[in-house]
């Protein structure tokens, strides 16, 4: 006998429950009227951790995707557009230590690598710059689009920055309104289990039980369906990514118009770095750190230096972060998405992204009946254990590549016994070739492509062998590109507005959805 | 800048303006906002498209005059005139509505009360010249067409009628010319309007302004051929032996 999967219970209403619930009931929109539903369980008592206000690109197509208007996104979620991130003082600490890993391809990319062209003549820019306009229109504070680019559309790749305390109630009314999502409030009481394991129904304190045939745990650190329920345990990768502590506070601007960055700034600390987040109406910034390397108080001095004296007021909120992700992430009938999953320092603004991919690869390989279900579910664990593992590859990255030896934080860091096989492997392999097509980075859905690699180890000042004659043949070619990327990038500088100055004009008049 | 001010007889007794098209007082653009109510005397000059306005994102409807950044090419190269029906948005000079009020722009280039060429705007009686009483016509047409003109285009947006086109044309002396950010009906959305939705547009007389929009792009070739013998001619006159 066939068990038809038709009913999808989501437990949990933070970013992860909501996102999860739009894009799967966004994708099986057509099998409603034949009964197929999704419900998402959130207790009424429980708050929602809120963590990242950095996305990735993808956001885009998947808001699109889901149906909901740009423009009402930007006024709702207090949301600013992001164009990559700019690490300072991650590789020397000396003044003017900074480099950009932008949102944009190099120039030609799919081409030809520029990498080796650019180590061999640096034409006295970075590699960013030398290849892709998106790292001067940060410094310039430009945005992304202009106010009659269409929604969604831009004349540079963006993300955005967002308040994640709004878009989950944002998520909430477009699911509940538009895309049939049953919401329940109630507090899960007792999960329960069938004879072959599978959970079968949750018995909750205000709505009774609810049965469903397959539940996405989405109830943050504590994993209460997967951890606590199945049993799946937790892989820490604490001695890889050494910080467990953030300490976030928000400050307000000192004029309602004052400028306000279109990337993230990621500033090295002794023992750690502090994110810094333009919003519209505050900036949103944290700082992470390692406990075994700093004492709370010397982190939040560091902080308050970032932030200056002048808020030394301000509320600061402790979160723990326990670096490192489940075993699994579905066992039977259950899949865990967000916290539940897993959850690592915010250097690249993953979390997001990942609820996105794993609620997309679930929509899409929404299995029928129970019987098939071990086959996704196993697909499902190794597509999402590689996009951990190289998560976690390329943060280290970010700490590998220093030359800091002003802490025990960053020369424990290069200590080779915390570095990834994987990671060290291609490091040697980068001496001689740089990342690019023929690199292992060629998954469909690669959470972050060649392109990503090539601008930290060279922002960094790692150094690839070149072999001049290596290149001659396709020298006019490299030429023409990094000529190709001047032009373009003195016509964005001539047509882009202000960060600020859109942002103001898309709250007033709106987007164009064509 | 501009320096409005309301129209007054007194103040205002010996103003002239230059009410002729002209590229020294601003004619020398190649798309111009148009409203609903003068499609018909339109179309058989203009392409009308739509297009964003730079500032707000808004749609709006144009008629566009020429290719290049300032080309009208209305406007006779010989300095002489053209026959063609001229966008009222041009033809308001100067003009502008405060509430219910005829306002002016007193620095306006086409403002000048020292020139006797120029159209006077009252009689030495106070009474208005004929000039002006067309202008407070041509605002009676257009102020109300504006507001009609947005309401058509929010409703076109609403059906999703409208697409974005791509004009890319290539002249005999080589060149090419490409224009972004221009609009048309989508046809193809057009076809597929259920039936009651039609049925309104029609009802409100949209149905006509739609096809008017679409029989107008055919304007856009007899403009490129303008285009095409002004490159020609400059061509041939660099080509003539020097006495």
Known sequence: MNHVINSVVIVGGGTAGWLTAAIIAARHQGRMKAGFSVTLVESPNVSPIGVGEGTWPTLRATLKKIGISETEFFRHCDSAFKQGAKFARWTTDTPGDAYYHPLMLPQGFTELNLVPHWLGNEHGRTFCDAVCPQGELCELGLSPKMITTPEYQGAANYAYHLDAGKFAPFLQKHCTDKLQVRHILADVLRVNLNERGDISSLTTEQAGEISGNLFVDCTGFSAMLLGKTLGVGFRDCSDILFCDTALAVQVPYDAADTAMASHTISTAQTAGWIWDIGLPTRRGIGHVYSSRHSSEEQAREALLNYIGQQHKNLPVRKIPIRSGHREIFWKNNCVAVGLAAGFLEPLEASAIVLIELSAKLIAEHMPATREIMDIIATRFNDVTHYRWGRIIDFLKLHYVLTKRTDSKFWTDNVDPDTIPDRLKNLLKLWKYQSPWFFDEFDRLEEVFPAASYQYVLYGMGFRTEVDQLDMTATETQANRLINENIAVTKRLIAQLPKNRDLIDKIHQHGMQSI | ?243
């Open chain 2, 1 to 243: 800048m501009t320096n409005v001010a309301v129209l007054n007889s007194q103040t205002h007794n010996a103003l002239r303006v230059h009410a002729e098209a002209s590229a020294q007082y601003g004619d020398n653009r190649r798309f111009v906002a148009v409203v609903v109510n003068e499609f018909s005397l339109l179309v058989p000059h203009y392409p009308i498209f739509l297009s964003k306005d730079a500032d707000t994102g808004a749609f709006y409807c144009g008629a566009m005059l020429g290719f290049d950044e300032g080309e009208n090419l209305f406007l006779p190269a010989d300095g002489g005139r053209d026959d063609a029906y001229r966008p009222l948005n041009l033809q308001r000079g100067p003009f502008y509505t405060l509430g219910s009020d005829l306002a002016i722009d007193l620095d306006h280039s086409r403002v000048d009360a020292s020139n006797i060429h120029a159209q006077r705007l009252f009689e030495d009686n106070g009474e208005p010249t004929e000039y002006l009483q067309s202008i407070r016509a041509l605002m009676r047409e257009l102020r109300p067409g504006l507001e009609r003109t947005k309401i058509f285009v929010e409703t076109l947006l609403q059906h999703k009628l409208v697409e974005s086109i791509d004009i890319d044309v290539g002249f005999d002396d080589g060149s090419n010319r490409q224009i972004e950010g221009l609009y048309v009906m989508d046809q193809e959305a057009l076809r597929k309007l259920p039936d009651d939705v039609a049925l309104e547009l029609f009802r409100r007389g949209y149905l006509q302004l739609i096809y008017l929009m679409i029989a107008s792009l055919k304007q856009v070739s007899v403009l490129a051929q303008k285009k095409n013998r002004r490159l020609l001619n400059a061509i041939d006159s660099l080509n003539q032996p020097r006495a």
